[in-house]
């Protein structure tokens, strides 16, 4: 690596555009920036945008960015299990009623199920329906 020249914030977002492309590590080396760099880079421009990328503009601690990285992974994180729930739902919707008659809908003497047992049931159930 060479000498250190700081990048202004609209170089950074071009170096970014370029990693979508060529990866991380080529650009890293077209650049000759480190791969850590260019992932930090990434993570701000995720959180804060093309304003967190200026240099001398944020100042933020250190404890508060990477809380805030941190958030928008949770975030992410919790969009992809609600987008799981939804589709498992649909799954057992759509074999719930191929599977049963429409009249043992809504069968009174079915033996009432715990809740432990219903989330075994529920689980066991999505496991079968992955695997069709």
Request: glycine fraction near 4%; aromatic fraction near 6%; proline fraction near 2%.
């Amino acid at each position: 690596m060479g000498k250190q020249v700081r990048k202004s914030a609209q170089e950074k977002q071009r170096i970014l555009e370029e990693t979508k492309t060529l990866g991380l590590v080529e650009t890293a080396r077209k650049y000759e920036l480190s791969y850590k760099i260019l992932k930090d880079w990434q993570d701000i421009a995720v959180v804060f945008g093309l304003e967190g990328l200026k240099s001398e503009g944020s100042k933020l601690s250190p404890e508060l960015k990477r809380l805030q990285l941190e958030n928008q992974r949770l975030k992410e994180l919790v969009a992809d299990k609600e987008l799981e729930l939804k589709i498992i739902k649909e799954l057992l919707k759509k074999h719930h009623s191929k599977s049963r008659p429409e009249n043992d809908r809504y069968d009174i003497y079915r033996p009432t199920v715990s809740s432990t047992q219903s989330i075994a049931i529920f689980r066991y159930k999505c496991q079968y329906l992955l695997l069709l």
